[in-house]
């Protein structure tokens, strides 16, 4: 090994030793090993690969390795690797092809610990404030136990005052005074989880609606008096949507009647209120929404605004997101989380995802045409449309009308479109096939495990905010993300953290070899034109320091 080589190797992100071709005693090591097989450097070049083996698995090891022909890489899936402490390590083993390593001939064994992918899969569905699972979690969960239906509660908490506007430290210290508070008066059996950071969320299978509207009233009763956050006492007001199921219903639609409820309560009902079909008949700001998105299109009131994607190393904007605007009449601005998400319940959703391909297309063409040839666009495409038989030619002859190389496009979409029985999935080779780049949105925040990306048809994973969120204040977290990153590294992906918002972020994020960021921090979602600017800017900047320097 070179110089080079040997910096590479003991920084690699995966565990790797360097063992005899033959005899497979270890030779070399890097921390990572260490770390995984918890033996000192020095102890593991003592051992043998076979040393490392699971008890039962050294035979096939052995032979398994045999079998890897001199000029071959290969990977071993899912081998039993044992730790000095006797801990079991379910790891691929990643086999080089022989090199020459001082006169003799040797094998890079790289182990992508398998196990630890399933671990940092429960951190991502755990809430880091307060220990409680999230939503990704309760997706996750089935309704075990609610044969006789259940009941949900959504218990969102607006804070009264200046609370809202506190660090981060002080809204998880509040978060977890809320979780005590209902914690004290969780019915037997309940589930209690953090849907989203100002919602609560329990779940209690068998639940009836006198029972489950008991639990709601004291909720909202003791939310009369000031919670105590340190020694501080603050206010909070929260609102409580219900539904109820007396037969075995799904989670999924369970918690969308209890978010229709949540809503109504929101905007102006009661505290408390409860799903039915008559709430859902005055649920009309979805039917205005509704009625008005089909019109959006034609009546030209759709924009959009692009947020800058940068080189997490250099600062460089290298390319922008584009996402979604609409004024509704007699509403106002809609955010997209809520126009997109009705629209994605029929048919529409296409109509609005062909608006924003043909759109962002002609914008990135347009930059290049500026002179800014390395920018590249993303743009969010639902399940949907991704499923659809036309969506390949669609977005290749959009790609085509505007000249714009599909190496340029990226095409983000969510954990669902990559279910197995997704027509997506083939469209997703064929666009590959293109030049298209496919990129995982809000990873993390679903339950799609790191481990199983690897076989799918992907080039980009995009770090949800949740995990980027905490990641300067809590070193597990910290860890946590860079595992993502090497994996997914290893996996051959390219990682964007995205929701960045503080510089302290960004250097975490750089230091776990995060490629690329996006966030507030490095500019809000803003117009093609402000885009531009900023592009000439630092065009400027830059050919005025290459001038300096002549
Ligand atoms: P996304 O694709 O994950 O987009 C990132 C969202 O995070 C955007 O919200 C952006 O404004 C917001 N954001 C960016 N940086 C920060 C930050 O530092 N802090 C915080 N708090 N937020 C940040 P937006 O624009 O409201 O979009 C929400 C979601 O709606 C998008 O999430 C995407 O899933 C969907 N969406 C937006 N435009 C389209 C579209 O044209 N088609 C489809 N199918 N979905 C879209
Ligand atoms: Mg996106
Ligand atoms: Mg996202």
Redesign the pocket.
Known sequence: MTIDERLLFDAAPVAMVVCDAVTLAILAANDHASVLYQYDRDALVRLTLLDLAGAGDRRALAEALADVPAAERRVLRERRQCAKDGSVIEADLAISPAIAWGGRSARIVAALDVGASKSVIDALRTDAATGLPNRAALAAADLEGAERGAGVVLIHVTWVGAASQRSQEYRDRSARAVVGVLARLLPANARLSRHADDVYAVLVPGARLRSISAFARHVAAAFERPIAVGDEEIVANPHLGIAVSARPQDAVSLFRDAQAALDYALLGGEAVEVFSDELAGRHDRRAVIERNLRHAVVQRRLT??Y?PIVRLDSGEVVGA?????WNCPGIGPV???EF?AIA?ESSL?LR??EW?LREACAQARRWQLAGFARMHIA????SR?ADQREFVRLVATICESVALDPGDLQI?L?EDALAPNRGALRNLEALRRLGVRIAI??FGSGASALSALGSLPLDVI?I??PFVGPIAADAFRAEVVRSVVSLAHQRGLRVVA????TSAQAEVLRTVGCDDA????FG??VSADDITGRLDRARFQTSGSKEALV
């Open positions: 959009a605004v947020q997101e584009a996402l979604m605007r955010p997209p989380s997109i994605a959703i609005l995802d924003m743009v969010n495409v639902s449309a983000e969510g949105d809000d995009k949800d905010r995205e929701g960045v918002e996006q966030g507030f921090l809000p979602p």
